[in-house]
């Protein structure tokens, strides 16, 4: 029986010498696809030296042919410098990617505006927003009447985009707080209250009166 101990004892004693020991090889011989097995984790900033004198493509640059995640609705007019305004006149031909909203997207456009623009055009799109107040409000200049202003309801959709994401006047931008998705939704939501007050029995009256 003391043999068989013996026996064992040395057997494991010698596997937990060999397993310590420095001479063992740690690295495998052949490896099928290596760069599977060992990935090369690239950060963004990080210096990368010359990758492709090591047969490896790398450039930082997307995909050709993908666009970045939120920029599915590309706005080509970049913003005019002070005291011109060549591109806010050219954001005129820019046509909304929108042509229409869904119920559940008009009420989701809705929404965006009371929370973003309702403060100062009013849940009426009147420009009598809680900041205005009827002149009562700690906003001394009205702001814009989106319904019932000829101005503001000729106005083409790429220049409402173009003032949204840009700021115009007093109004700074909202590029921060909205996405382009969100601004031309919002956009949509104006222009259909806008087209809905033109249509109203009311206001059909109004233009035969005159």
Same mark, same amino acid.
């Given at each position: 029986?003391?043999?068989?101990?013996?026996?064992?004892?040395?057997?494991?004693?010698?596997?937990?010498?060999?397993?310590?020991?420095?001479?063992?090889?740690?690295?495998?011989?052949?490896?099928?696809? %290596?760069?599977?097995?060992? !990935?090369?984790?690239?950060?963004?900033? #990080? @210096?990368?030296?010359? $990758?492709?004198?090591? *047969? &490896?493509?790398?450039?930082?640059?997307?995909?050709?042919?993908?666009?970045?995640?939120?920029?599915?609705?590309?706005?080509?007019?970049?913003?005019?410098?002070?005291?011109?305004?060549?591109?806010?006149?050219?954001?005129?031909?820019?046509?909304? %990617?929108?042509?229409?909203? !869904?119920?559940?997207?008009?009420?989701? #456009? @809705?929404?965006?505006? $009371?929370?973003?623009? *309702? &403060?100062?055009?009013?849940?009426?799109?009147?420009?009598?927003?809680?900041?205005?107040?009827?002149?009562?409000?700690?906003?001394?200049?009205?702001?814009?009447?989106?319904?019932?202003?000829?101005?503001?309801?000729?106005?083409?959709?790429?220049?409402?985009?173009?003032?949204?994401?840009?700021?115009?006047?007093?109004?700074?931008?909202?590029?921060?707080?909205?996405?382009?998705?969100?601004?031309?939704?919002?956009?949509?939501?104006?222009?259909?209250?806008?087209?809905?007050?033109?249509?109203?029995?009311?206001?059909?009256?109004?233009?035969?009166?005159?």
């Amino acid at each position: 029986m003391k043999k068989y101990i013996f026996i064992v004892g040395f057997i494991g004693l010698s596997i937990l010498m060999v397993g310590c020991s420095d001479d063992v090889r740690r690295t495998p011989g052949k490896i099928y696809m %290596p760069d599977m097995a060992y !990935s090369r984790a690239y950060e963004t900033y #990080a @210096e990368h030296g010359n $990758l492709q004198s090591k *047969g &490896i493509f790398y450039n930082n640059l997307p995909v050709k042919g993908t666009i970045a995640r939120g920029e599915e609705m590309p706005f080509p007019i970049a913003k005019d410098v002070s005291g011109d305004t060549t591109n806010y006149n050219a954001s005129k031909q820019v046509k909304s %990617p929108i042509d229409s909203l !869904s119920e559940i997207d008009l009420k989701e #456009a @809705e929404r965006l505006y $009371l929370v973003n623009c *309702g &403060i100062c055009h009013g849940a009426k799109l009147d420009g009598n927003g809680p900041l205005y107040k009827g002149g009562e409000g700690p906003y001394p200049a009205k702001p814009a009447t989106l319904v019932g202003d000829v101005k503001y309801e000729s106005m083409p959709e790429g220049q409402m985009f173009y003032s949204v994401m840009y700021g115009k006047n007093l109004m700074g931008s909202y590029a921060s707080q909205l996405s382009r998705k969100q601004r031309w939704s919002v956009i949509r939501y104006i222009k259909s209250k806008q087209l809905k007050k033109v249509t109203s029995p009311d206001a059909s009256t109004s233009i035969a009166k005159k």
